[in-house]
């Protein structure tokens, strides 16, 4: 939830420029620098609204589930790195490397198409992965107490 957070924070100054036709569409949030300071932020609101978020869909009635803040700050700063890679293989006006340099080197680095797949790949992989470690949890929970 704080990594989808993150996601969010990250893409507000793109929205802000389409609303209001003002400044740079990918500026200095599409920055390392920037996603690292908007990494600290989505972390220290991700974590309570991800514990608000649970206990309001009902995932955690008895809010006994606490997102730990090494969690909350990996989970972002992974989500804010990783967003301006991406951003930076297929949007030119990236500069990734601000104020270091003005170059991209990930532009075009693989083709958009590829880079759909890589996100739709790695997203059933990551899929895979949540729901096998669920039900391994789950069967050992149940012969656990079985037993
Ligand atoms: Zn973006």
Known sequence: MVFGWAQIVMDIQPLLVLITGEGTLHGFSHTYVGASLLAVVSALSGKYLSEIGLYVLALNPERDVVIRWPVAFFSAFIGTLSHVLL?????????????????????????????????????????????????????????????
């Open 87 to 147: 951003d930076s293989i297929m949007h030119a006006d990236v500069q990734p490397f601000l104020p270091v340099t003005t170059d991209n080197a990930f532009l075009q680095l693989i083709t958009v198409d590829a880079l759909h797949e890589f996100c739709l790949y790695s997203g059933l992989a990551g899929s895979a992965v949540f729901f096998a470690i669920h039900f391994w949890r789950r069967f050992n929970r149940c012969t656990t107490t079985d037993s």
